[in-house]
């Protein structure tokens, strides 16, 4: 699940940079000053349109009669949150225009971070990226906390999407309970979001601890929409441990709130159906469960609201048809999903990493060329008929041999991988003993060109010399598999600067920091796994985090570009040599 509950936290966020202005809130026909339809707008709930741009349009009438700029202001960004994008991007430009020369210290910063929040909103991570990085920057100039506070959980959310969920948990629980500038709503919108990170990264004690403290305070200060909200995400928490009618329970209530006068967002109405389909798919209610799936397609064919699950939807929905041999409904939710799955592939860098990996786009394809034959084989010539299926043969001889050809030089590569490790261990220690006596030496590079001449004249043969040796040491002593290790560190504990650090290691080394790290733990990786049975036997995971990867996709990522080979290939043929 994606934190969607995040972006009503940043319509929260947008109460606090109203201008601080009092002095124009006269009565207009309406008889409501612009306090009043300000408490209206931001107090309506998510989904009721009418309402919401009937108050923003009095709003911004009102303060262009009066001519008051500050209002205006205010005006453009009320009504720009009902709009669709090129609108809502029109009115944005038309108040970074009037606040140009604003000596307020919300500007420019705001409109960069509402910028952000509209590409959110329409699956523009990149772009959204860009404006919530352009919105923290404004934001530290003015030494705005609060806008810090936005941009930070902003980009938290699209953290979250590349699977960085322990880092998303660790900066919205600052927020929620170390910042005292954050208000009630915000913070119970940061607890929620934190309640989400915490069931991905199965801290299920602390998710519960904050589900129901949502529950009883939103109940207890009659906050129907937050209540289910939080009864929602419950209904994820048992979900997740399988308890799948608890599950039921709660987001059947959850279903008939969000979709009543449609008081849900299009986040609250996808998530609902989502969980509920996958609750029911658990009981193996397969029918129950297809028909909540075909609920999403239709929003989403309505909504264009694409998020990494739906593949999870398409693939449910897919063998489904497949398994009552409905084609045709089955082609129909081929063509879905790779068109979902090519939105994703453009808008987001890395795909979610608990989605299906079986129905990936190159099978798809090749499924649905066979199933467009079968179906044309009913309605064709036998001769056209013939011709089909002999392409399609055709076709599937070429995969078949491509994969096996890639197969089999993934083997390759691994078993020479594996045998250069057996060859070098005696000659490991030789190795170490002559760059021993080789760092003695004056520094003389191998190519025709000196190094020197490369670096910097400021550098001394002395200073690169005891870099050298402390670089020595650091792969010696294998700390670099030590986590969080960056140039600045690695600078500060060998006592020099980052310049000289690095250019060192691009000079001697022949490569740039990250890559020099990341070459250490691969090799270093590829050494042990062959030489150490237990450390193989560990799962990928705690491999990857004692080699001080992040998580298991950087590292999986890694290891194929440094060794040209995937990581299962090695590990599968270093089992098959040992038991030859």
């Known amino acids: 699940m994606k934190l969607k509950y995040l972006l009503m936290l940043l319509v929260i966020g947008n109460v606090f940079f109203h201008a601080q202005t009092n002095n124009a809130e006269k009565k207009i026909p309406e008889k409501r000053t612009y306090k009043e339809l300000e408490d209206e707008f931001y107090k309506a709930l998510p989904g009721d349109t009418n309402r919401t741009k009937s108050i923003a349009g009095s709003y911004l ?3 262009k009669s009066e001519k008051n700029m500050p209002q205006i202001a205010e005006g453009y960004v009320m009504i720009h949150f009902e709009e669709d994008l090129p609108n809502a ?6 108040l970074q225009r009037i606040t140009r020369n604003s000596k307020e210290n919300i500007y420019p910063a705001r409109i960069y971070l509402l910028r952000g929040n509209l590409y959110l909103k329409t699956n523009n991570l990149q772009a959204a990226l860009n404006n919530y990085i352009l919105g923290l920057k404004y934001a530290k100039e003015k030494g705005n906390k609060r806008q810090i506070a936005m941009a930070h959980t902003s980009i938290a959310y699209l953290n979250n999407y590349i699977g960085k969920h322990a880092e998303t948990a660790k900066v919205l629980k600052h927020y929620a309970y170390d910042a005292d500038y954050m208000n009630q709503d915000e913070k119970n919108s940061l607890k929620l979001n934190l309640a989400d990170a915490y069931i991905e990264i199965n801290k299920m004690d ?3 601890a904050l589900i129901q403290e949502g529950l009883l305070d939103s109940k207890k200060n009659k906050d129907v929409y937050r209540y289910y909200q939080n009864l929602g995400l419950l209904g994820y928490y048992h979900l997740h441990l399988k308890n799948y009618q608890k599950a039921i329970n709660g987001l059947l209530k959850c279903e008939k709130y969000f979709f009543t006068k449609n008081n849900g967002s299009k986040r609250n109405h996808n998530y609902t159906l989502l969980y509920l ?6 009981l193996q209610e397969k029918e129950k469960a297809a028909e909540l799936f075909r609920k999403i397609d239709s929003l989403v064919l309505k909504t264009n609201y694409i998020y990494p699950e739906l593949r999870d939807v398409y693939t449910y929905l897919i063998d489904y048809y497949k398994e009552n041999n409905d084609k045709e409904k089955q082609l129909y939710y081929v063509d879905r999903f790779l068109k979902v799955d090519q939105v994703l592939d453009n808008q987001f860098r890395y795909i979610s990493r608990e989605l299906p990996r079986r129905y990936d786009t190159p099978e798809l394809q090749q499924e649905k060329d066979d199933i467009t034959n079968e179906l044309t084989k009913r309605k064709s010539l036998f001769y056209i008929v013939l011709s089909l299926l002999l392409i399609s043969h ?18 390759k590569i691994a078993q020479d991988l594996i045998q250069s490790v057996n060859e070098n261990r005696v000659g490991k220690n030789n190795d170490r003993e002559m760059n021993k006596e080789i760092s003695s030496e004056p520094l003389v590079s191998e190519s025709p060109e000196n190094p020197e001449d490369k670096t910097s004249r400021t550098i001394s043969e002395d200073i690169a010399r005891n870099i050298l040796h402390e670089l020595e040491i650091f792969e010696s002593k294998d700390q670099f598999l030590n986590k969080g290790i960056t140039l600045g560190s690695l600078a500060k504990k060998i006592k020099t600067n980052s310049k000289y650090l690095s250019e060192i290691i691009n000079t001697y080394k022949g490569k740039n920091f990250a890559t020099y790290l990341n070459d250490l733990r691969i090799d270093y990786a590829i050494s042990r796994l062959a030489n150490d049975k237990k450390f193989r036997s560990y799962k990928i995971p705690f491999i990857a985090e004692e080699l001080g990867y992040n998580n298991e996709q950087a590292f999986t990522l890694a290891f194929k570009k440094r060794t040209g080979t995937p990581l299962s290939v090695y590990l599968k043929e270093i089992e098959n040599m040992s038991l030859d």
């Open 394 to 411: 055709l076709l599937f001889i070429n995969v078949y041999f491509k994969y096996k050809k890639s197969e089999k030089n993934y083997k």
């Open 61 to 63: 009438k009102k303060a």
């Open 89 to 94: 991007l029109k009115y944005l430009d038309s």
């Open 277 to 282: 389909g996958k609750s029911y798919a658990g």
């Open 206 to 208: 602390s998710a519960y």
